[in-house]
């Protein structure tokens, strides 16, 4: 809500609704505003469920409902002078003691801010036999929460869940396909808690990918007695490993192709994400990136960094302030949770933020550093993303791959044929350095 429609429905409430919103933003209990006005208590809390109707915070009629912290919320951002503060700081741990930002979240965080509609098309694939869900997005842009939030939606339907980073794949498990696929099956039997049975259904006769197809098939699907959500985090690490990348993802094609002929593998739910386009050469029948659903993590809109400004309890903030900080970071959600746990902490005052954000001092120092060293350890990197910089608008890139790495770390964005640099921040930081 703006602030101009907030003012006009608070100018139409009528005197009696004026005074019970007084006595409730005072703090005072619905038994003391009765006394005070002479009534019932059930008519307080009718006034209380019209006012809350007529700001449109609910659909809730009569005066049984629950959501009485949004009228707070509300006052404390456009009319805080009438709100008790006893009121802002007891709401049920609207403003916790929060960590620092950059770990993914858990699935019932409050911090987490949906963006519809994916994650119920996401609910809703993962009961279809054989899922297979795909994630793309940049660096930081909530991949890992919502995968998360995507197990715990089928934990709640009775299936068994488990995520698995393969950043985890140490070096020495990356020399050949048939090492990847057994480091692979051992962690998948760990977290399931399985015995590990590897060698019996090994054959070197039939190569790595159909002795691993046969262990999933028979020891692991085999063993379990409900469907099996396997979540696999930053499979793009394995990019960088063509020979092993090429063979592990026309696996899973195939096993979500399996679906379609054996009853057992449609009990195997998919969901991959990855932060750039796929780079590598992989046959279009055998790669798992063109079939299943794909789903894309956009940038916050205002809309919903209003929302989770208020989770920080940052009802204050005016929303052309909110629009100041989305366009200053581009919606960029771990940058957006930067600012707002700076701000939470009263360790900065958001002109301050605003006027430092490129610089040195500023909250931002250790990600434009930890983005500048990266370009520095990669020359070819560093060319193209100066092309961007120096050209402003939307260009043409030259190299495919470079353009995808650029937008793996949130340094750019992609449209179609199309590259432009992603925020206001990095702009003003590169033309500096650059």
């Known amino acids: 809500m703006r602030e101009a429609n907030f003012n006009a429905i608070f100018e139409e409430l009528t005197p009696r609704q004026r005074k019970v919103l007084q006595g409730f933003l005072a703090g005072e209990t619905d038994e003391a505003i009765a006394t005070t006005l002479c009534v019932e208590p059930s008519t307080i809390r009718r006034h209380l469920a019209n006012i809350h109707k007529e700001f449109g915070l609910s659909n809730l009629e009569g005066e049984h409902y629950s959501r009485r912290d949004e009228l707070i919320e509300l006052f404390t951002r456009y009319k805080p002078e009438v709100v008790n503060p006893g009121l802002v700081s007891g709401k049920g741990g609207r403003s916790p ?8 979240l858990s699935s019932e965080s409050p911090l987490y801010i949906e963006r519809p509609p994916i994650e119920a098309r996401c609910a809703k694939e993962i009961l279809k036999p054989g899922a ?19 197990i715990a939606s089928a934990e709640a339907v009775g299936y068994q869940a488990l995520r698995l980073n393969l950043r985890q794949a140490e070096e020495q498990f990356l020399t050949s396909l048939d090492t990847f696929l057994r480091w692979f099956c051992i962690t998948v039997n760990h977290k399931l808690n399985l015995p590990v049975q590897l060698d019996e259904y090994w054959d070197d006769r039939f190569g790595s990918m159909v002795s691993c197809t046969t262990y999933f098939q028979a020891h692991i699907l085999g063993q379990l007695d409900r469907c099996l959500l396997l979540g696999l985090d930053e499979v793009d690490w394995l990019f960088e490993a063509p020979k092993i990348a090429q063979g592990f993802f026309a696996l899973l094609r195939s096993w979500h192709e399996e679906a379609n002929n054996l009853d057992i593998w449609q009990r195997l739910r998919l969901v991959v994400a990855h932060s750039t386009e796929v780079y590598i050469p992989l046959n279009i029948h055998q790669s798992p990136f063109n079939v299943g659903l794909p789903i894309r993590l956009t940038e916050l809109t205002v809309s919903q960094v209003q929302t989770l400004a208020g989770q920080y309890g940052l009802y204050r903030l005016s929303s052309a302030e909110i629009e100041q900080l989305t366009a200053l970071v581009g919606g960029h959600p771990y940058l957006i949770q930067l600012a707002l746990y700076h701000l939470q902490k009263g360790e900065t005052s958001l002109n301050h933020l605003l006027q430092t954000a490129a610089t040195q001092s500023g909250i931002y120092s250790s990600d434009l550093r930890r983005q500048w060293q990266t370009l520095r ?58």
Not at 136 to 149: D, E, F
């Open 97 to 104: 003691d929060l960590d620092f930002p950059g770990s993914p």
């Open 132 to 150: 297979l869900i795909r994630i793309r997005a940049p660096k930081q842009m909530g991949k890992t929460s919502l995968l998360n939030r995507i």
């Open 377 to 434: 350890s990669h020359p070819e990197l560093m060319q193209s993303f100066k092309a961007v910089i120096e050209t402003k608008e939307a260009s043409r890139p030259l190299d495919p791959i470079l353009a995808y790495r650029l937008e793996s770390m949130g340094l750019v964005r992609l449209q179609g044929n199309q590259i432009s640099i992603s925020c206001e921040l990095y702009q003003q930081f590169f033309e500096e350095q650059l």
